[in-house]
């Protein structure tokens, strides 16, 4: 499956952006999704993953109740709403598929990346 990660940009503290996932090749449904994140020196970490039916979901601490992601299995599409950004969700952002929730750090399946710039 290849993914192509899409919304990033520019944005002040408070701000929201949408990012987007979309993937080809295969279906979504069978594969659990995710997105990370990786700052400037710092290592890639997980933000939100979300299983395949939609119906499970988790969030990092650092962005609960700010970040919400979501997917269209039949437009093979992720999605992550970011809310009340703040400078230190600056990075670059990764979506993710593998056909384990579990596994989603290891996934063979990455997209390039779209950078999150939060300015204070």
């Known amino acids: 499956v290849q993914l192509q990660a899409s919304g990033g940009g520019l944005v002040q503290a408070g701000g929201s952006l949408r990012l987007s996932c979309a993937a080809s090749?295969?279906?979504?449904?069978?594969?659990?999704m995710g997105w990370f994140r990786q700052a400037p020196g710092k290592e890639r970490e997980f933000v939100a993953g979300?299983?395949?039916?939609?119906?499970?979901?988790r969030y990092a601490d650092s962005v609960k109740g700010r970040f919400t992601i979501s997917r269209e299995n039949a437009k093979n599409m992720v999605y992550l709403q970011m809310n009340n950004l703040k400078p230190e969700d600056t990075a670059v952002y990764y979506c993710?598929?593998?056909?384990?929730?579990?596994?989603?750090?290891?996934?063979?399946?990455w997209g390039q990346g779209t950078l999150v710039t939060v300015s204070s």
């Open positions: 979300i299983s395949w039916s939609g119906g499970i979901t």
């Open positions: 090749g295969r279906t979504l449904s069978s594969y659990a």
């Open positions: 993710a598929a593998d056909s384990n929730f579990r596994s989603l750090a290891t996934s063979e399946y």
